[in-house]
């Protein structure tokens, strides 16, 4: 009996060698570019020097966490992040799940398709390339400046106004995002037994009431699970997206701690302090993630391990 589990496990082990060779490459590349680099949280706990190297850095323990609460630029850092990044995470959810509920109602399948087509090709275009564009499209002669000249009002730099470049921000990733984010609910929405429709439409209720009270509890679990499996990016405000948009002009309601790591590491040379920042936020971000996955466990049953 047990000659024969022993052949069964080496037989499947033989027919799986080529799934875990297609995976060696991505383990390579985790191994380089994400574990190897850990060695460098050393420099959160040093007065680092690069000419001494990691290992002959003066230790000093916790003094770059403790210099780094004191200072008043890391709070408004990471109210900053919190602010953008939620905004980000519920604004996001609630126009994906809205537009997916929108698109089921689109009865013409070639609209439908060209819908779909649109608002998915944001997703896939480079912040990069994007900044230029809202630059020029919220610049003081821009498309909205003169919009707003035409109903009376004045010309504005949005882009380095404080009132107005975090919610260019939010707005920015909702219409980059939403189309895309959408997918998942859309795909949950496919799954609804078209029974219950049927029948709610025998009883004589109209699109908007089957949509009410069919469509959307049906796919409240995929909203719960997707909202709480993002609760562990609170702290990732979008380091392409701010970096590529913002100025000292607007550090007050822009600067995120990623942008703040870089600065602080790369431009100003404090590599201990940079990566006490990121360690914190790293830290914070695993503690969420234990979280999010406990909330997704109990609420809608979902397990990754």
Not at 45 to 60: A, C, E, N, T
Not at 132 to 139: A, G
Not at 258 to 276: E, F, H, I, K, P
């Amino acid at each position: 009996m047990k000659r024969s589990s022993a052949a069964a496990a080496n037989k499947r082990r033989h027919k799986q060698w080529p799934y875990h060779l297609m995976m060696l490459p991505g383990m390579i590349f985790l191994i380089i570019f994400h574990l190897v680099p850990m060695g460098g949280l050393l420099m959160a706990f040093q007065d680092f020097m690069p000419i001494k190297g990691l290992f002959g850095s003066r230790f000093v323990g916790l003094k770059n966490f403790e210099r780094l609460f004191k200072l008043p630029t890391f709070w408004r850092v990471l109210r900053n992040t919190v602010v953008i990044s939620v905004g980000k995470l519920v604004l996001v959810m609630v126009a994906s799940v809205i537009f997916a509920l929108l698109l089921n109602e689109c009865r013409h399948v070639k609209y439908k398709r060209i819908i779909q087509t649109t608002v998915y090709l944001p997703h896939f275009l480079s912040w990069v390339i994007l900044a230029v564009m809202f630059s020029n499209v919220f610049s003081y002669t821009g498309i909205v400046s003169q919009i707003a000249q035409m109903f009376g009002g004045e010309p504005t730099m949005f882009m380095i106004s404080n009132s107005w470049f975090r919610k260019i921000l939010i707005g920015g990733e909702i219409w980059k995002e939403f189309g895309y984010g959408a997918i998942v609910y859309v795909a949950a929405i496919t799954g609804i037994d078209p029974t219950l429709y049927e029948a709610a439409g025998i009883d004589g209720a109209g699109r908007w009431k089957k949509m009410w009270y069919i469509t959307l509890p049906s796919i409240i679990p995929t909203i719960v699970l997707m909202t709480t499996l993002n609760i562990g990016k609170l702290l990732k405000g979008g380091f392409d997206q701010v970096f590529n948009l913002y100025s000292p002009l607007v550090y007050e309601t822009g600067d995120i701690i990623d942008t703040y790591v870089y600065r602080m590491g790369l431009v100003d040379l404090q590599y201990s302090n940079g990566t006490a920042v990121g360690l914190f936020q790293s830290l914070i971000g695993f503690i969420l993630l234990v979280i999010a996955y406990k909330l997704a466990d109990k609420l809608v049953g979902y397990r990754a391990f």
